[in-house]
């Protein structure tokens, strides 16, 4: 009786905790478009604007460009890099989008390219998912869920995502 118990207590916490990490690295596919794990930050209370983060990757043989999106949580959802200019950090609209090669892989991550939830409705708050849809240029629209991190946040593979007691070293 016990050992049933214990064995079936096992496999629940097991399960668990497959679910839990499968929900850390969601993917989205449109087309020949791989969309990695979008993930945000959260914002503080009063914050007009959030930062949100993926990988793409065109596993085509054409070209395509990441051209904007929307949310309900914001107003707009733009598109944005950072860089180093003489020692001093810009960051700048793309107004155009960002072109994804064939075989390329495009990371947005803190301090370079980036999506900007403008005009937010509301606080990104740790733990929730918003959702958004993505458009690219030929392959169309995307529906996905960025998974909120917390306010410092450098990926999305914080410990929000694993089971109580469980952590990632970063």
Known sequence: ??????????FA??????AMSGAAA??????????G???ARATPKGASIGGGYLK??????AP???????SAVSKSLEIHEMSMDNGVMKMRAME???EIAPGQTVEFKPSSYHIMFVGLKKPLEKGQRVKATLDFEKAGKV???????SIGAQSGTSDNAMPPGMHMNH
């Open 1 to 10: 009786m016990f050992r049933t118990a214990f064995f079936a207590a096992a």
């Open 13 to 18: 916490i097991l399960a668990n905790s497959l």
């Open 26 to 35: 969601h993917e989205y596919t449109l087309g020949s478009l791989k969309i």
């Open 37 to 39: 794990h979008p993930w």
């Open 56 to 61: 793409i990757t065109n596993t085509g043989t």
């Open 64 to 70: 395509d460009r990441f051209v904007g999106g929307s």
């Open 96 to 98: 155009k989008g960002v």
């Open 143 to 149: 529906d996905v869920e960025f998974v909120i991190e």
